[in-house]
């Protein structure tokens, strides 16, 4: 293999890690997952599963334990149980509280794995989760204290810490009690389910259908419960999984791009090598075949290396996997990614070598007496048809998506395959673009830095065609950074906005168990801890629509507000019939919010609420405003003592909540940059084996700069100026791409709201730098050989 091809190497080693890598942490993390769930049917031969909330009544496992192929059976409980932290306030997730379940009596088929301490045995004792746990920093020998049904404040002693997934309260806060305890504590009984362990010989089917006969229940084998929990499993991976094949997509794409520029560079440095083989005698198809076996050569070393390196990719990602909520677990090795890896390599490094191969096979025999073919004026014709067909495609999807055709969700797929659509003809472009946009970035320089620097202009500008394969590769990826940060930027701003426009408050207070309401008094009982403006806020249902109402919206009677961002679409003036049983009211609008509202789709006045909805006197939701002048330590503290006889009123801070969605849109755009850094490196590779393959083709002309009096410093500023504007070419278009882009998503997204652009420029300006300093940094080593001429 020739020393000149070791960086297509690279790149095909880089692309075909990150695919085999992505694929075999699919099956680590499956793998993971699966023992982690399938830990609700371990030892489970048969089990029968309530439907939606419904109970099993306690005769169904006095059944199934009479069955004669049951060697032991078990029920499993779960209701709801509110966990108190150490400040008294309720510990949610996703904004519900948490479990509790029995400790069962049938030790092979408890749904958790004891950690420390014991399991309870008695009244008064508990056991938790240990994410849970941790989370509000107990230990065993601590108190934990918990409401019951009344909502009163019960105390248990923390005995053990158990694991808990795969069953119903694994996703949340879950507390281990005896039977006893969790009818005393919730008053609820029944079993969410019962399982039985099989005698040899039992036919679990048989079983199954036996103890399931005549009962409203899901009955199933183990088998069945073990693969429903696996699927159940599989969904938490789905989005992770399609969003690192996407980025894995992008990466050999980028080495494709790298491929192509090596070889279409390789063929033109044999033209005259390859011409004077066709004046020996030989065929097309052998030269074509040529081509095709050094690339496939390379394609196979490659391939081979970067499955390797895949594997190591899997390894790093797995150990990273509790950072995104997934079990840790030792690399699985199948034979699907192994075998898959090699094949994309090999697949995709011939498959680019194909287009220099073809050309390659038509250089006539004369063209040894040449020094260079100039492209045919068809290719360049065909191209620029395809581009504009593209261009017009994209343009006419984006329109569709931004006017928000298929809802939100729809539209955001018009505007990314629009998108597709206008990149491609970007693509399809960039070597009519690269020459006057290399020309324009040089202009500034060439007047600063004199002879070095125009040369570079005039080098990068002459091969348009090279110019472009080469920043194309920095082009995808720095529009894909540009494009997600914009849309995280974006729609934080709007969000924020969007929130103070609403709700022009500090707290927010819900009820912590779903489908209750606050009690009246709440209110006034804020109110007199200081908070003078604390609004109730009370919400019904018309139907589909979600009417609310609140005093500070300012509704006059018999008009309403409608939210744009809702489920009805009005104008102002409109009339507007809302039916809530056998009651009706009209209305009409008077105005038409752009802001989201937690008051509903409809905001009423009181009276005309009252009409509608007689019998809700209780509030759904309390909007408080801090005292001005009250520093935010001291405000929560008061709010939190004026709420501590209510540990079911759920107080969420919303300065915390941006706080929070900050760090997370901070979290993801930083994933972002890590995952498309496999593909600004192979760009980076394909920017250095440009310039080193250039340096080798125009040897000749860099001895005659050198001789008419160029020096050695001139000529290495020369190609790292080059490498630099053919940098900034592909990072300033990525960069206007993906700003673009990113905001007609956005737009497209948020729908009637109209979205706040926000453009990261800070993040937008460390692209483009990180992707300057890499090019000069790649082209380090062409220069030097140059300037040793």
Same mark, same amino acid.
């Given at each position: 293999?020739?020393?000149?091809?070791?960086?297509?190497?690279?790149?095909?080693?880089?692309?075909?890690?990150?695919?085999?890598?992505?694929?075999?942490?699919?099956?680590?993390?499956?793998?993971?997952?699966?023992?982690?769930?399938?830990?609700?049917?371990?030892?489970?031969?048969?089990?029968?599963?309530?439907?939606?909330?419904?109970?099993?009544?306690?005769?169904?496992?006095?059944?199934?334990?009479?069955?004669?192929?049951?060697?032991?059976?078990?029920?499993?409980?779960?209701?709801?149980?509110?966990?108190?932290?150490?400040?008294?306030?309720?510990?949610?997730?996703?904004?519900?509280?948490?479990?509790?379940?029995?400790?069962?009596?049938?030790?092979?088929?408890?749904?958790? $794995?004891?950690?420390?301490?014991?399991?309870?045995?008695?009244?008064?004792?508990?056991?938790?989760?240990?994410?849970?746990?941790?989370?509000?920093?107990?230990? %065993?020998?601590?108190?934990?204290?918990?409401? $019951?049904?009344?909502?009163?404040?019960?105390?248990?002693?923390?005995?053990?810490?158990?694991?808990?997934?795969?069953?119903?309260?694994?996703?949340?806060?879950?507390?281990?009690?005896?039977?006893?305890?969790?009818? /005393?504590?919730?008053?609820?009984?029944?079993?969410?389910?019962?399982?039985?362990?099989?005698?040899?010989?039992?036919? @679990?089917?048989?079983?199954?259908?036996?103890?399931?006969?005549?009962?409203?229940? !899901?009955?199933?084998?183990?088998?069945?419960?073990?693969?429903?929990?696996?699927?159940?499993?599989?969904?938490?991976?789905?989005?992770?999984?399609?969003?690192?094949?996407?980025?894995?997509?992008?990466?050999?794409?980028?080495?494709?791009?790298?491929?192509?520029?090596?070889?279409?560079?390789?063929?033109?440095?044999?033209?005259?090598?390859?011409?004077?083989?066709?004046?020996?005698?030989?065929?097309?198809?052998?030269?074509?075949?040529?081509?095709?076996?050094?690339?496939?050569?390379?394609?196979?070393?490659?391939?081979?290396?970067?499955?390797?390196?895949?594997?190591?990719?899997?390894?790093?990602?797995?150990?990273?996997?509790?950072?995104?909520?997934?079990?840790?677990?030792?690399?699985?090795?199948?034979?699907?990614?192994?075998?898959?890896?090699?094949?994309?390599?090999?697949?995709?490094?011939?498959?680019?070598?194909?287009?220099?191969?073809?050309?390659?096979?038509?250089?006539?025999?004369?063209? @040894?007496?040449?020094?260079?073919?100039?492209?045919? &004026?068809?290719? /360049?014709?065909?191209?620029?048809?395809?581009?504009?067909?593209?261009?017009?495609?994209?343009?006419? %999807?984006?329109?569709?998506?931004?006017?928000?055709?298929?809802?939100?969700?729809?539209?955001?797929?018009?505007?990314?395959?629009?998108?597709?659509?206008?990149?491609?003809?970007?693509?399809?472009?960039?070597?009519?673009?690269?020459?006057?946009?290399?020309?324009?970035?040089?202009?500034?320089?060439?007047?600063?830095?004199?002879?070095?620097?125009?040369?570079?202009?005039?080098?990068?500008?002459?091969?348009?065609?090279?110019?472009?394969?080469?920043?194309?590769?920095?082009?995808?990826?720095?529009?894909?950074?540009?494009?997600?940060?914009?849309?995280?930027?974006?729609?934080?701003?709007?969000?924020?906005?969007?929130?103070? !426009?609403?709700?022009?408050?500090?707290?927010?207070?819900?009820?912590?168990?779903?489908?209750?309401?606050?009690?009246?008094?709440?209110?006034?009982?804020?109110?007199?801890?200081?908070?003078?403006?604390?609004?109730?806020?009370?919400?019904?249902?018309? &139907?589909?629509?979600?009417?609310?109402?609140?005093?500070?919206?300012?509704?006059?009677?018999?008009?309403?507000?409608?939210?744009?961002?809702?489920?009805?679409?009005?104008?102002?003036?409109?009339?507007?019939?809302?039916?809530?049983?056998?009651?009706?009211?009209?209305? *009409?609008?008077?105005?038409?919010?752009?802001?989201?509202?937690?008051?509903?789709?409809?905001?009423?006045?009181?009276?005309?609420?009252?009409?509608?909805?007689?019998?809700?006197?209780?509030?759904?939701? %309390?909007?408080?405003? *801090?005292?001005?002048?009250?520093?935010?330590?001291?405000?929560?503290?008061?709010?939190?003592?004026?709420?501590?006889?209510?540990?079911?009123?759920?107080?969420?801070?919303? !300065?915390?909540?941006?706080?929070? /969605?900050?760090?997370?849109?901070?979290?993801?755009?930083?994933?972002?940059?890590?995952?498309?850094?496999?593909?600004?490196? #192979?760009?980076? #590779?394909?920017?250095?084996?440009?310039?080193?393959?250039?340096?080798?083709?125009?040897?000749?002309?860099?001895?005659?700069?050198?001789?008419? &009096?160029?020096?050695?410093?001139?000529? /290495?500023?020369?190609?790292?100026?080059?490498?630099?504007?053919?940098?900034?070419?592909?990072?300033?278009?990525?960069?206007?791409?993906?700003?673009?882009?990113?905001?007609?998503?956005?737009?497209?997204?948020?729908?009637?709201?109209?979205?706040?652009?926000?453009?990261?420029?800070?993040?937008?300006?460390?692209?483009?730098?990180?992707?300057?300093?890499?090019? %000069?940094?790649?082209?380090?080593?062409?220069?030097?050989?140059?300037?040793?001429?």
């Amino acid at each position: 293999m020739q020393r000149r091809l070791i960086p297509t190497l690279i790149a095909v080693v880089l692309a075909v890690a990150f695919v085999a890598g992505t694929l075999v942490y699919r099956d680590t993390a499956q793998a993971a997952l699966y023992d982690e769930y399938a830990r609700a049917a371990r030892n489970v031969g048969a089990a029968l599963t309530a439907r939606g909330d419904a109970r099993l009544a306690p005769s169904t496992l006095d059944t199934a334990r009479a069955d004669a192929g049951v060697a032991a059976a078990d029920g499993r409980r779960a209701e709801r149980l509110p966990l108190l932290d150490k400040r008294g306030r309720v510990v949610t997730d996703i904004g519900e509280p948490g479990y509790g379940i029995n400790a069962g009596t049938v030790a092979p088929l408890r749904p958790f $794995d004891l950690h420390d301490g014991r399991l309870p045995a008695a009244g008064g004792e508990a056991a938790l989760d240990a994410r849970t746990a941790g989370r509000i920093g107990v230990a %065993v020998g601590d108190q934990l204290t918990v409401v $019951d049904a009344g909502e009163r404040r019960q105390t248990l002693r923390l005995v053990g810490i158990v694991d808990v997934t795969g069953f119903r309260g694994g996703r949340s806060s879950t507390v281990v009690v005896t039977d006893a305890e969790l009818t /005393r504590l919730t008053g609820a009984a029944g079993y969410r389910e019962v399982v039985a362990t099989l005698k040899p010989g039992a036919s @679990a089917d048989a079983v199954r259908d036996r103890i399931g006969a005549g009962l409203d229940a !899901r009955a199933r084998t183990g088998r069945q419960l073990r693969d429903d929990l696996a699927k159940e499993a599989s969904g938490q991976l789905g989005g992770l999984l399609v969003g690192l094949g996407l980025f894995a997509l992008v990466a050999v794409l980028v080495a494709g791009f790298v491929i192509v520029n090596t070889f279409t560079i390789l063929m033109a440095q044999r033209l005259r090598e390859t011409a004077l083989l066709r004046c020996v005698g030989a065929g097309r198809g052998q030269v074509f075949r040529r081509v095709l076996r050094e690339a496939a050569l390379v394609g196979l070393v490659g391939a081979v290396l970067g499955t390797g390196l895949g594997v190591l990719v899997a390894f790093g990602l797995s150990r990273f996997s509790p950072l995104l909520g997934l079990p840790a677990g030792g690399v699985v090795l199948t034979v699907p990614p192994l075998l898959a890896g090699p094949a994309l390599g090999l697949l995709v490094t011939v498959a680019a070598a194909v287009g220099p191969a073809l050309r390659a096979s038509r250089v006539r025999p004369i063209a @040894a007496l040449r020094a260079a073919v100039a492209e045919s &004026g068809a290719f /360049r014709r065909t191209s620029l048809i395809l581009a504009v067909l593209a261009a017009l495609a994209g343009t006419a %999807v984006t329109v569709a998506g931004v006017r928000g055709t298929g809802g939100a969700l729809g539209a955001m797929v018009l505007v990314m395959l629009g998108g597709i659509g206008n990149f491609a003809a970007l693509l399809l472009l960039t070597p009519r673009l690269a020459g006057p946009v290399v020309r324009g970035l040089g202009w500034l320089p060439g007047r600063l830095f004199g002879v070095p620097a125009r040369m570079a202009t005039a080098n990068a500008a002459r091969n348009p065609g090279r110019t472009a394969a080469t920043t194309a590769t920095l082009l995808i990826g720095v529009a894909l950074m540009t494009g997600g940060g914009t849309v995280a930027a974006t729609a934080n701003r709007t969000a924020d906005a969007q929130l103070n !426009r609403a709700f022009p408050v500090d707290y927010v207070l819900t009820p912590a168990v779903p489908g209750k309401l606050l009690p009246a008094a709440v209110a006034g009982e804020v109110r007199a801890a200081g908070f003078p403006s604390a609004e109730p806020v009370r919400l019904g249902e018309a &139907g589909d629509v979600l009417v609310g109402t609140l005093d500070s919206a300012g509704v006059a009677p018999g008009t309403a507000n409608v939210a744009a961002a809702g489920n009805v679409h009005a104008v102002v003036g409109q009339r507007l019939d809302l039916v809530a049983g056998d009651r009706r009211l009209t209305v *009409t609008v008077a105005a038409v919010p752009q802001s989201a509202s937690l008051a509903g789709d409809v905001v009423l006045a009181a009276a005309d609420f009252a009409v509608l909805f007689p019998d809700v006197h209780d509030d759904a939701l %309390v909007l408080v405003k *801090t005292a001005p002048g009250q520093p935010a330590a001291t405000a929560r503290q008061r709010l939190d003592d004026a709420l501590a006889a209510r540990p079911l009123v759920q107080v969420a801070d919303l !300065r915390e909540v941006r706080e929070q /969605r900050n760090a997370e849109i901070d979290q993801m755009i930083a994933i972002l940059a890590a995952l498309l850094a496999f593909a600004l490196v #192979i760009a980076v #590779i394909g920017i250095g084996n440009t310039l080193a393959l250039s340096v080798l083709e125009r040897a000749r002309e860099s001895w005659l700069v050198r001789a008419l &009096g160029l020096t050695r410093g001139q000529l /290495r500023a020369t190609l790292l100026t080059e490498a630099l504007l053919m940098a900034l070419a592909g990072a300033l278009g990525g960069v206007a791409f993906g700003v673009l882009y990113g905001w007609l998503t956005t737009k497209a997204a948020f729908g009637a709201i109209q979205p706040q652009l926000d453009v990261p420029l800070g993040q937008l300006a460390g692209f483009v730098g990180l992707a300057a300093l890499a090019a %000069v940094l790649a082209a380090v080593l062409p220069a030097r050989r140059a300037a040793r001429a």
